[in-house]
């Protein structure tokens, strides 16, 4: 299932968050403009501000402002992997070599921070307090769902519930508030509202534990970064803490040194015992249970083109191989 299917109903919109995109990029500075510019431009999926489109346009939405706060759940999202890939020491994103790695750790810290302010200058332009209350708490969660991660990291007693809380403040929140400030800008009903926030929880969700699938799974040419990336960072993500609680003691002790110590000398022998205990079947399980339940929440709304849109996004999220 193609992304450009799910966005033929909202092209006309995605082109026009496209251009305040571009425009809101303007900066007197020039390396800014180019860090910005470069991690923009860099071939992301635009699935947050898809969302709130997809939501605006599901509740019946009939301005422009969902252009412009689009284009802000975008920008959050992009100073977030400019600070991540600085976090994380990566060198590959979607392909291409990451901007810390092209213009420096500074340049990408900063540029983030310049994201981040020109986002919320976007959202005090709108005038909306819901819509500011909703971004300026998750733009908060998503920052404790980063250090969260980082105490996580190199510690193989992180257990399921740990986990997925990284995952529901890391990643899943700007979802939800994507999807959440769509429904408020077509002020929709209190159940309505609920239904899309809920929507926006259980797909993020999904989505994180399909790409923690990935990281032992996919095709490099087609994900756009290394294999066993977050081994190689010591993260304990789903596939290992199942693979630790399910595996023989030999296999445990394997994915524990290998969470603990980091880099990629256990991959081989780690990958091996995630295929023999079935933890990616698990994982994906996990990640199909979220996403039905992401299509349950949508329930309150009425049919639409734009409902069933939605629908289609929360089945690509799992059935996807990048």
Known sequence: MALDKLYSLIGPDMGAVDAVIRRQLHSDVVLVRQVAEYIINSGGKRLRPAMVLLAAGAVGYQGVEHHNLAAVVEFIHTATLLHDDVVDESDLRRGRETANN???????????DFLYSRSFQMMVATGNMGVMQVLANATNIIAEGEV??????????????????????????????????GAIL???????????????????TAFQLIDDVLDYSADEAETGKHLGDDLAEGKPTLPLIYTMEHGSPEQAACVRHAIEEGGRDDFAKVLAAIRTTGALDHTRKQADVESQAAIRALDTLPASQYKDSLIELALFAVARSY
């Open 102 to 112: 092209l213009f420096g750790n500074a340049a990408s810290v900063l540029v983030g």
């Open 148 to 181: 969260l991660q980082l105490m996580n990291c190199h510690d193989a007693n992180v257990d399921e519930t740990r986990y997925l809380q990284v995952i529901h403040y890391k990643t899943a929140k700007l979802f939800e508030a994507a999807a959440q400030i």
């Open 186 to 204: 077509g002020q929709a009903s209190p159940a309505v509202e609920a239904g899309l926030t809920a929507y926006g929880m259980h797909l993020g």
